[in-house]
């Protein structure tokens, strides 16, 4: 929840001030000094994932998008995803139904969550049911802009934790500084 730390701590800014680039190597906070804030993040938390039991909650995820909007996941972002542009991404190594899996040890367990090597960081907008592949989804943002998948939106598989989707799920409470 490094991520969150950084907001709940310092601000952000506009698009315009701080556009997204492909890539933030060698980025530093100074290059951001004199944008001015234009929110501040109040409260950041996990979702979805229930420490006691275990297993992901898809349920918290959708509940927690109604109740205060959209939410960041984090996911393992496969080679094919930057040539997506349309349908419902899955993982095809991982079998329909096979959401909620145990995690394997304690030692993958911190703070509720998943240990995974999960690299990419997308909105996660709201969900639904694709009648094409038969599939329930995710309807999720990335940041790659408007020419990139569906107008900068993608689906991905919902209720299967494909590529990690539902195990690192966060919200953010901002107010406008």
């Not at 944008?35 to 959708?62: H, L, M, N, T």
């Amino acid at each position: 929840m490094f991520n969150g730390y950084l907001a709940e701590n310092g601000h952000l800014v506009t698009e315009e001030c701080g556009p997204y680039r492909g890539s933030t190597n060698g980025d530093s906070c100074k290059f951001y000094e004199k944008c001015a804030p234009a929110a501040k993040v109040d409260d950041s938390y996990f979702i979805g994932v229930s420490a006691a039991v275990e297993k992901i909650d898809e349920q918290k995820i959708r509940k927690e998008i109604l109740r205060n909007g959209p939410v960041v996941g984090e996911f393992k972002a496969p080679n094919k995803f930057r040539y997506y542009d349309k349908g419902v991404l899955t993982d095809e190594a991982r079998p329909a139904n096979s959401a909620n899996v145990q995690l394997e040890t304690d030692a993958q367990v911190n703070l509720g969550i998943a240990n995974q090597n999960l690299d990419h960081s997308i909105m996660l907008m709201g969900w639904g049911h694709d009648p094409a592949s038969g599939n329930d989804v995710w309807i999720a943002r990335n940041s790659f802009g408007p020419n990139w998948g569906e107008k900068g939106d993608f689906y991905i598989r919902r209720g299967q934790n494909d590529f990690g989707i539902e195990s690192e799920v966060s919200a953010y409470l901002a107010s406008l500084a």
